[in-house]
Nanobody, 121 residues
């Protein structure tokens, strides 16, 4: 089994910063892309940012210049540094990883449990 455990969410004022972390554990061979998604009430889940195992990144336009995704392959961890937060960033943030697991032996998408980020005006 592969597990993704997120941390770092919370309540912050507009203009503030938060750093999310997501650590993968369990039995696996390779972690390919890792990413962060978010879902606000009444809205669809959307990709915020993702990063390949080689470090190439991709961001949704609304967070470019404010958020930075990074990863530590030795720790099987992905981070999301969020600066200049806005009320519209309020959502549950989910970690996602494309993993080739040992059991079952196959490549699959895994999700974290989600962490709430609330930005007050």
């Amino acid at each position: 089994q592969v597990q993704l455990v997120e941390s770092g969410g919370g309540l912050v004022q507009s203009g503030g910063s938060l750093r999310l972390s997501c650590a993968a554990s369990g039995r696996f061979f390779v972690i390919y892309d890792m990413g962060w998604y978010r879902q606000a009430p009444g809205k669809r889940r959307e990709l915020v940012a993702d990063i390949t195992s080689g470090g190439s990144t991709n961001y949704v336009d609304s967070v470019k210049g404010r958020f930075t995704i990074s990863r530590d392959n030795a720790k099987n961890t992905v981070y999301l540094q969020m600066n200049n937060l806005k009320p519209e960033d309020t959502a549950v943030y989910y970690c996602n990883a494309d993993v080739y697991a040992e059991v079952p032996r196959r490549r699959n998408d895994y999700w974290g449990q989600g962490t709430q980020v609330t930005v007050s005006a």
